[in-house]
Every structure is written in structure tokens, then in C-alpha cells.
């Protein structure tokens, strides 16, 4: 049921926007155009609600860990993977349709090969209407303005898809699974013909992939692992067809599953890390030298980690003991506000195009948007509005 969230608390707080004089920033952030924008810091204080502009349930959610059930295109669009069905939401046109239920296109007659694990749209200019989902047997790729299938069952790795990720720069689509083993799809070329690579030659059989993302310039992916490591691979590296080797370098501090993982958008070789239950930390690293940076206690489990894109914060994702999403200040790694609404473990979250709401979908199968900025006019992106449902509203 959706429902608009009353907002029970507030906190009005002076979060620093991120400008070209931050000496994190990247080099593309000191142009001129905005060292004049920003010569005064004259931002106003913004309220953070508590509570979530909007609640949408989100029946039949698979509460694993290890699943990625939510993705937010370039177009604004929504895909959520509930149980066998991925279902689109158009944030723009206030519109929802089923996609696909797995049932229905599965040869498998067991109940769990045909959940939806992992959903990731394509963000390749020109191809961000693509969405590829992991399943149990495969990937699968829909064309979504199309609705068909345009890749049936992609089996390059083997076993049970865990996450996803694109590469813009080089058009590939990579595949995490289950087997511990990493999976390249050369996307302009729209062959099978995979760049697949297995962890280090020390690490355990039993290791899984939990999460994979690839830095903005698209030439190191960093995955996490169930054996509490994150291993760091060079894109030249991935190119190789063989079987076998090592990454580049090999993270060991985490004591617990590394699911959450983001690059950092103001430091281009900074990644933040997460770990489980047993970890309750995130972590941030310098991938050129493997040293790590900072280290915070959240006290839960992390699921999700998320850079801000107008303010120099991290939004991180949890699950036991405290199920919300909190805010934080960098590169102090300050806690500015905890969002509190799921009575579950967060499975999922990610950003909207414009940056400034936050979808979190849970294992209390409840979907949260959360307004987590109200940048200026100057720093949006020419995205339409988040979109104005009726009183009530299921994901069917």
C-alpha cells in the first residue's frame, strides 16, 4: 500500500555542497563555471526528514542478503524484482507495469530457480532503456520500450547471479556470482564471448560474489566477498579469456560478507566498503596503494552504500539490528541523520538520476523514497519531478 509518511521529526542542518575547492574533489569539478558558482558558500539550510515521503509495498521480496532487487535508470525509471516478477515505475508518468514473471519463461519447475536476484539498467548512452536481471540460471536482457527479451538466459558463468554492473567506457556488462566467479559481457558486440575470471588462487571454493562495482572511469572493478575481502581488478586484466590468476590487490579488514560497495564520485580512487553482521563497518580505501583510510563502527549490519551526488555525503543501508538508512558527513564520516521506517533488513537502495531521492526496498517488503536533498535549480539535472500517486497504491 502506498502511503504518504507523516513526517513524525526534522532536523535542519548546513550540509556542505560539493565544490571545486574541496581538496577531494576530482579534477572535472575545478572548472571555472563552477568556482564562480560557488565562490560564496551561501547554501541554506535544508530540512532532513525522519520519516519517507512515500511507502509502497512491495509483496513477495526474497530476504536475501545477497540479492539486488532494485535499480533507478538514467530515464527515471524503477525496476524492482519482487519473487519471479520485475515490475517498472515510471517515476515521471506515474505509471506501473509487469515486465516479466519468470514462471512464465522458465523451463525450471522449482519454485527458487525462478526468483529475480539482481536488477541493473544499462548505462550506456543510447542503451539505458536495457535492463538486465539475474536470475538462479542466468542473465537475462529486456529491451523495456520494446518489452521482449533481447538475451535469453545468458549462462556464461554458471550458478546463481548475485550482482551486476555496468562499465560505460567499455560497454560491458559484469556478472557476479554465487561460485565466486566474475563474467564480462562485451555489450556493442552483443556476443556471449565473456571475459571470466575466478578469485585469487589462496581464496576458498566456497567464496561468493556479494557485490561488484567499477569505478567512473570504468578501469577498476572492485568485488566483495563472503569471505570478508574485497579483491580489485584492472579492467586490462579482465580482458584476458583465461581461467585463473589474481586481482590487482586484495582488501583484509572487514570481518564479515563485503556487500556494500561505492566509488567515491569526489575522490576518483577512494571506494567505501561495508560489511555484515558480524562487521558492523564501513570502511574507505586508497585502491592505488590498498591502504585503508577510515574506519566508523555503524553498529548494524551494512547492505548499501550510496555517495550523495549534490553534497559530500554517504548513505549507507542496514539491516540487523537497526533496519534504516543513515547519513553521513565526509570526509569526516559524521553521522547526520538516521532514516528510520523499515522493520526489516534494507536488501537494496539506489539514487534517482536527479539525486535527490533514495528508493530503499526492505525485507518487511516495503519500498521507502526518501527526500534526502533539496539542491538549488543549478545543480539538477533535467530530470521530471518524483511522481504524485493516489492514496493507495500495491505492487501487484
Known sequence: MLQYGNVLSSKTHNR??????????????????????????TTPARVIHCRPEVVLDAPDIVNDFYSHPLSWSKDNVLAIGLGSVVYLMNMSTDTVHELVDLKTVSHSRSENSNHVRAVKWCSVKGSTHYLAVGTDSG?????????????????????????????????????????????????????????TRRGSPSQSSSSSVCNIAWNPAGTCLASGRSDNTIHLWDASMMRSLQVGGGPRLVLESHSAAVKGLAWCPYRSDMLASGGGTADHCIK?????????????????????????????????????????????????????????????????????????????????????????????????????????????????
Open 16 to 41: 556542505r555542497p560539493i565544490v571545486a575547492a574541496d581538496p577531494f574533489a576530482m579534477d572535472f569539478l575545478r572548472s571555472s563555471t563552477l568556482l564562480t558558482a560557488e565562490k560564496v558558500n
Open 139 to 195: 542473465v537475462r536482457m529486456y529491451d523495456t520500450v520494446c518489452k521482449k527479451e533481447v538475451h535469453t538466459s545468458l549462462k556464461v558463468g554458471g550458478g546463481t547471479v548475485h550482482a551486476l554492473c555496468w562499465n560505460d567506457s567499455l560497454q560491458w556488462l559484469t556478472v557476479g556470482y554465487d561460485t565466486g566467479k566474475l563474467v564480462s559481457l562485451d555489450w556493442r558486440s552483443h556476443s556471449m564471448t565473456g571475459m
Open 284 to 396: 574507505l580505501w586508497d585502491t592505488c596503494s590498498g591502504s585503508m583510510m577510515h574506519s566508523v563502527c555503524t553498529g548494524s549490519q551494512v547492505s548499501s552504500l550510496i555517495w550523495g551526488q549534490h553534497h559530500q555525503e554517504l548513505y549507507s543501508g542496514h539491516g540487523f539490528t537497526d533496519n534504516e538508512v543513515v547519513v553521513w558527513s565526509y570526509p569526516k564520516m559524521e553521522r547526520i541523520q538516521s532514516l528510520s521506517y523499515h522493520q526489516d533488513r534494507i536488501l537494496s537502495m539506489d539514487l534517482s538520476p536527479d539525486g535527490n531521492q533514495l528508493a530503499s526496498i526492505g525485507a518487511d517488503e516495503n519500498l521507502c523514497l526518501w527526500k534526502i536533498d533539496a539542491a538549488s535549480p543549478r545543480h539538477r539535472t533535467a530530470v521530471a519531478a518524483s511522481p504524485s500517486f493516489g492514496s493507495r497504491f500495491i505492487i501487484r
